[in-house]
C-alpha cells in the first residue's frame, strides 16, 4: 500500500514529495516514506528510484539470515555471478542505456565493444533461437541458465571481477547474494549454493510495472542484450509518467 503526502500553498496543486509505504513481505512488514521526484518521469528514472527501496527490501533480507546465523559470503572481486545470464526489466534496460550515454567517450567505446562481443557469442552459441514460454518449468529455466554460464560471457560492465557500474547495477544483481563459500558459485550445478531468499523481486515488480503503463506482457531481458533492447524500444522509454503515479503503481503491484 503507498499513500501520498503533498506539499503545496495558494490556488496551485499540491506536488508530492513523499509516498508513505507499507509492503508486506515474507519477512514481515515495510513501513517508510518514499521520496518522490516533482513532475513526471520515464521509467529509467523509476528504476533509478526505486533503487532505494530495493536495498531497504534487501536489508530485510539479510537480517533474517544473520538471525539463523548465516553470513553473506559475497565480497568485491568475487564475479563468479557476473557471468550468469542476469536478467532485467524493461525499465532497467532502459536506465542501463542511459548510464552507459553518460559514459566518458574512451569508457563507453569499451563497454560498448564488450557488449558486441557478448552479443555475437550468444547467437553464435544458438542462443538466439531459444526462448522459454509462460509453460516453462523450473527444470527447462535451470538448464537453460546453466548453459549459458558454461560459455562464460562475462558482464560487458564487469572490470577486473568487479562491478564498475556499482551504484546503477539492476535490482537482480542486488538481490542475488549467497551465504555459501564464494567459491562454489564458480560451478554451478556442481557445488551447492545458498541464495538468500528475496523479500519481494524488485525486477518482477518493475517488469509488471512496465508492462501496466505500456501495455503487453511483462518480460525480462538478458543484461548482455538490454542495451539493444532498449534502442529498439527507444520511443516507448522516452514516454514520461506523472512519478507519484509511477512509485505508487509500483508498491501497490508488489503488494499483491
Excluded at 184 to 197: F, I
Amino acid at each position: 500500500m503507498a499513500t501520498s503526502e503533498s506539499t503545496g500553498s495558494g490556488d496551485s496543486s499540491p506536488i508530492p514529495r513523499s509516498l508513505h509505504i507499507e509492503l508486506q513481505t515474507r519477512f514481515g512488514l515495510l513501513r517508510g516514506n518514499l521520496a518522490v521526484p516533482a513532475g513526471s518521469m520515464r521509467l529509467s528514472e523509476l528504476a533509478w528510484n526505486a533503487l532505494t527501496l530495493d536495498e531497504r527490501l534487501i536489508a530485510m533480507s539479510i537480517a533474517s539470515e544473520e538471525k539463523a546465523g548465516r553470513q553473506v559470503s559475497c565480497r568485491k572481486g568475487c564475479g563468479a555471478c557476473c557471468r550468469q545470464a542476469v536478467p532485467v526489466s524493461p525499465a532497467e534496460a532502459w536506465m542501463l542505456y542511459d548510464v552507459v550515454a553518460a559514459l566518458p567517450p574512451g569508457r563507453k567505446s569499451a563497454v560498448l565493444e564488450r557488449f558486441a562481443a557478448a552479443r555475437g557469442r550468444l547467437f553464435a552459441a544458438g542462443f538466439g533461437d531459444r526462448s522459454l514460454g509462460g509453460r516453462a518449468t523450473d527444470k527447462d529455466v535451470l538448464a537453460l541458465g546453466l548453459d549459458y554460464f558454461k560459455l562464460g560471457i562475462p558482464c560487458p560492465f564487469l572490470e577486473e571481477e568487479s562491478c564498475s557500474i556499482h551504484t546503477h547495477r539492476p535490482t537482480s544483481c542486488r538481490e542475488y547474494l549467497v551465504t555459501s563459500p564464494a567459491e562454489n558459485c564458480a560451478q554451478p550445478g556442481v557445488l551447492p549454493a545458498s541464495p538468500v531468499p528475496t523479500a519481494v523481486s524488485m525486477t518482477e515488480g518493475l517488469s509488471k510495472l512496465s508492462a501496466l503503463v505500456l501495455g503487453g506482457e511483462p518480460q525480462v531481458i538478458p543484461m548482455t542484450l538490454a542495451l539493444d533492447w532498449a534502442l529498439e524500444h527507444r520511443e516507448e522509454g522516452q514516454q514520461r509518467f506523472d512519478a507519484a503515479f509511477l512509485l505508487g503503481s509500483l508498491v501497490d503491484l508488489m503488494s499483491r
